[in-house]
């Protein structure tokens, strides 16, 4: 039997390219992603590793079902809703197709708006 093992920094990476590729989107930490993201900085420089961007998107397991928390800037020039219900589209979609993870859900959090 050969058992394939999607980390939750790869699903991390691939969700941030997905927000991403949102017009007006860009994937920016929280404050609960702050610290999180400059320990695995840290750890990455130790190792010599230039990693994915992973910063601002939570991976938790629902079974072997993915639950995505993704914070986000978005442009002041959309609507907030329809920007996350676009981000919502876009990380649905792509995450299974680039690392087949089951996605149960993708929770959005608009962090701030650039003018």
């Given at each position: 039997m050969i058992e394939t093992v999607v980390s939750a920094p790869a699903v991390a990476a691939v969700a941030v390219h997905a927000a991403e590729q949102v017009a007006g989107v860009r994937v920016q930490p929280g404050v609960a992603g702050l610290v999180s993201s400059v320990v695995r900085a840290a750890r990455q420089q130790i190792k010599g590793l230039q990693p994915a961007p992973v910063e601002g998107v939570r991976v938790r397991w629902s079974g072997t079902a993915a639950v995505l928390e993704v914070d986000v800037v978005i442009s002041g020039q959309d609507q907030a809703a329809?920007?996350?219900?676009?981000?919502?589209?876009?990380?649905?979609?792509?995450?299974?197709?680039?690392?087949?993870?089951?996605?149960?859900?993708?929770?959005?959090t608009i962090v701030d708006v650039a003018w």
């Open positions: 329809a920007v996350a219900r676009a981000v919502q589209r876009s990380v649905r979609a792509l995450v299974p197709e680039l690392t087949g993870v089951v996605v149960e859900s993708v929770f959005v």
